[in-house]
């Protein structure tokens, strides 16, 4: 089996799922906007620095999923993806997974973004094997707000996979990864084709030392043989 492994947000869709989910939740008037959006603005940014507490912004995500009805939160979820997700959504990025599909390639979107948001991105992409962040449940099947097991961010990430490998009796040989961040090197640098895709100032500088390809999926860049 080889692994097609690809980050999700600024990778496959043209923008972070989860800083998005917050500015939704903001204009739909679900929290308390000013001071959500500050929180929101500062995750993000730490996000981008590479200083995230993890647990800490993915509880502040998920604190507002708390105890809602699950009827009312897969209502808010679908205005999300029609609203928010379909206006990021990359061509170009939909036919690199085709590609890999073809090829007979296993398809795994491996996320920090929880999987209350990703689950549905995965789905529509058709892509079978997703690692996020898991969001807890209680026995009543409701959100509690907290985060399940280890956030699969930066070496969450390569953790989370191991168990993930191990589980399914499969190794990384012959393995891709598509990332734009550099919070993903510690994956990025475990897999036999590490590919920068659209990356961040610090992912492509190193891209260039280690001689890894770097290819957009947002405009017409000649990117033949990235994932030949």
């Not at 939740?25 to 679900?30: M, P």
């Not at 029609?82 to 206006?87: L, N, P, R, T």
């Not at 699969?152 to 393995?175: F, N, T």
């Not at 590919?195 to 990117?223: F, K, M, N």
Request: aromatic share 8%; hydrophobic share 40%; net charge negative.
């Amino acid at each position: 089996m080889t692994l097609a492994i690809f980050d999700l947000d600024n990778t496959l869709i043209a923008g972070d799922s989860d800083h998005q989910w917050g500015d939704f939740l903001v204009r739909r008037g679900e929290v308390d906007g000013e001071r959500y959006q500050a929180a929101n603005d500062r995750f993000y940014q730490d996000y981008l620095d590479g200083s995230l507490d993890i647990l800490a912004y993915q509880e502040f995500v998920l604190s507002e999923l708390k105890g809602r009805p699950l009827d009312e939160l897969d209502a808010l979820r679908q205005a999300f993806l029609k609203e928010v997700i379909e206006a990021l959504w990359l061509p170009r990025a939909e036919a690199l997974v085709a590609e890999h599909r073809a090829r007979g390639d296993t398809l795994m979107i491996i996320t920090a973004t929880n999987d209350f948001i990703t689950a549905p991105i995965a789905e529509r992409l058709g892509v079978p094997h997703l690692i996020a962040t898991r969001a807890e449940r209680d026995g009543d099947g409701l959100y509690t707000g907290r985060v399940a097991g280890v956030p699969s961010y930066r070496e969450g990430k390569v953790e989370r996979l191991a168990h993930w490998l191990d589980d399914h009796g499969e190794s990384l040989a012959g393995s891709w990864f598509y990332s734009d961040s550099h919070n993903d090197l510690p994956l990025l640098g475990k897999v036999d084709n590490p590919v920068a895709v659209d990356p961040d100032p610090t992912l492509a500088r190193a891209a260039r030392e280690r001689g890894w390809p770097i290819l957009s999926l947002r405009d017409q860049a000649d990117d033949a043989g990235a994932a030949s």
